[in-house]
């Protein structure tokens, strides 16, 4: 996925040839996905992507942006193909529906266009012992991207079309209010209130910098919260202000 930029059209087809007698060899499928990637060749690419799922939906590859689908047309996605692969998911999990990479690896596709579905594969991970952790990590990223994603609401110059719709955000921001594991509202809110420095000779417009003041007195209110079901637990300390 590091290699250099340099493969031809002429070089594709030739790698396309070799995948032919070893299907197998991940290193030319993966050298295929990154061409198409900057070629923007979304058709090309998602048939790798969905050989990939149903053959390997274990490996940690699909942790990588290029084996990734958008729910929306741009130059490298189509919802039409985001939809097949996500579809190719869910059969893979119908067949080993308690296999911890294939639950993670699928919640990590799925969340952008059905980011409630990526939060019920990845609450099924959390009963797994060995899923556990990492499952958690996945949800407080997810719960943190949402809640910064609602408090830029308005805010142009920090806009993001992959963020999730305004039902999941409240949802997030219900969740985060009134869950009982204070594991949630502690680490979104030690991710948001961490105090936050602007170079004085070219600050970011107003508004940035106001988006900033809210996310962190969020932040801090979310750790107060944490503090509430967890009293003892020093990783809900706040930030020490500057």
């Given at each position: 996925?590091?290699?250099?930029?340099?493969?031809?059209?002429?070089?594709?087809?030739?790698?396309?040839?070799?995948?032919v007698?070893?299907?197998?060899?991940?290193?030319?499928?993966?050298?295929?996905?990154?061409?198409?990637?900057?070629?923007?060749?979304?058709?090309q690419r998602?048939?790798?992507?969905?050989?990939?799922?149903?053959?390997?939906?274990?490996?940690?590859?699909?942790?990588?942006?290029?084996?990734?689908?958008?729910?929306?047309?741009?130059?490298?996605?189509?919802?039409?193909?985001?939809?097949?692969?996500?579809?190719l998911?869910?059969?893979?999990?119908?067949?080993?529906?308690e296999?911890?990479?294939?639950?993670?690896?699928?919640?990590?596709?799925?969340?952008?266009?059905?980011?409630?579905?990526?939060?019920?594969?990845?609450?099924?991970?959390?009963r797994?012992?060995a899923?556990?952790?990492?499952?958690?990590?996945?949800?407080?990223?997810?719960?943190?991207?949402?809640?910064?994603?609602?408090?830029?609401?308005?805010?142009?110059?920090?806009?993001?079309?992959?963020?999730?719709?305004?039902?999941?955000?409240?949802?997030?921001?219900?969740?985060?209010?009134?869950?009982?594991?204070?594991?949630?509202?502690g680490?979104?809110?030690?991710?948001?209130?961490?105090?936050?420095?602007?170079?004085?000779?070219?600050?970011?417009?107003?508004?940035?910098?106001?988006?900033?003041?809210?996310?962190?007195?969020?932040?801090?209110?979310?750790?107060?919260?944490?503090q509430?079901?967890?009293?003892?637990?020093?990783?809900?300390?706040?930030?020490?202000?500057?």
């Amino acid at each position: 996925m590091l290699e250099p930029p340099g493969l031809t059209a002429a070089t594709a087809a030739e790698l396309e040839h070799t995948l032919v007698s070893e299907p197998e060899n991940l290193d030319v499928r993966m050298r295929l996905v990154r061409y198409y990637f900057l070629q923007a060749m979304p058709p090309q690419r998602a048939k790798h992507i969905f050989w990939m799922i149903e053959h390997h939906p274990e490996s940690s590859l699909h942790a990588t942006g290029r084996l990734m689908l958008q729910p929306r047309l741009n130059p490298l996605n189509t919802p039409a193909l985001y939809e097949q692969g996500k579809l190719l998911w869910l059969n893979a999990l119908k067949r080993q529906p308690e296999n911890r990479p294939i639950l993670i690896n699928a919640a990590r596709y799925t969340f952008a266009g059905d980011p409630f579905e990526a939060e019920k594969l990845l609450l099924r991970a959390r009963r797994i012992p060995a899923a556990n952790d990492e499952a958690t990590r996945m949800l407080v990223s997810f719960y943190s991207y949402s809640i910064n994603a609602e408090l830029s609401v308005g805010v142009g110059a920090v806009y993001d079309p992959n963020v999730p719709g305004p039902e999941y955000r409240e949802h997030v921001r219900g969740l985060l209010a009134h869950t009982n594991e204070a594991i949630f509202p502690g680490r979104v809110g030690l991710s948001m209130a961490q105090p936050v420095t602007f170079p004085v000779d070219s600050p970011p417009p107003p508004e940035v910098i106001e988006l900033y003041k809210r996310k962190a007195a969020h932040g801090v209110a979310l750790l107060k919260r944490a503090q509430a079901l967890e009293p003892n637990n020093p990783e809900w300390r706040l930030p020490a202000p500057q």
